[in-house]
């Protein structure tokens, strides 16, 4: 029962401090729950760390935030972006993984973003890839089962990969 917790509340807690690589959590839990539940706890606990941390950015952590986000240009002109196109932006951060979930969360807490267009882009964009997380760890556990669907979705997780540095690379010439 300890393990299950302290699993869940990394996942929450990753989502604030991303000190960790999250497929590493998503493994933790994959273990520990199995592919089905782990999935969902992983799912619904980076979800919940995400709207906290958003809350926190919001009324709480302003100076907090403005700080940890200066290490990320990128992140102020996407928060610029956020305010007009709230769900588009945190949608597409979201399925495609260039900037830190975290990052993500901050800076829209920072925006004037309606909190609903927050919360639709981050419970669907999050989905497929807290899901590709999750069975790339579990394949890992699996490796000589699932070897071959492994290598299928590390490829999917590398072409996001390198969509999300095209995208970024086209956001940061658009600013310059």
Known sequence: MPGKIIGMALVFFQTFFPF?????????NVAIFGIKVGFLVNYVMSCLGAIASFYFARYYGHAWVEK?????????????????????FVFLGRLIPVL??????????????KFRHFLLGTLLGKLPIVFLESMIAHDLFHFHKYKGRLLLLL??????????????????????
């Open 100 to 113: 830190p979930s975290s990052a993500i969360n901050f800076a829209a807490g920072l925006t004037r973003m």
């Open 20 to 28: 960790i690589p999250f497929v590493l959590v998503a493994g933790t």
């Open 68 to 88: 940890k986000l200066e290490r990320f240009p990128l992140v102020q002109q996407f928060s610029l972006r956020m305010e007009r196109r709230g769900f588009l």
């Open 155 to 176: 490829g999917i997780f590398v072409a996001l990969i390198i969509i999300g540095n095209g995208v970024k690379k086209a956001l940061s010439a658009k600013t310059k």
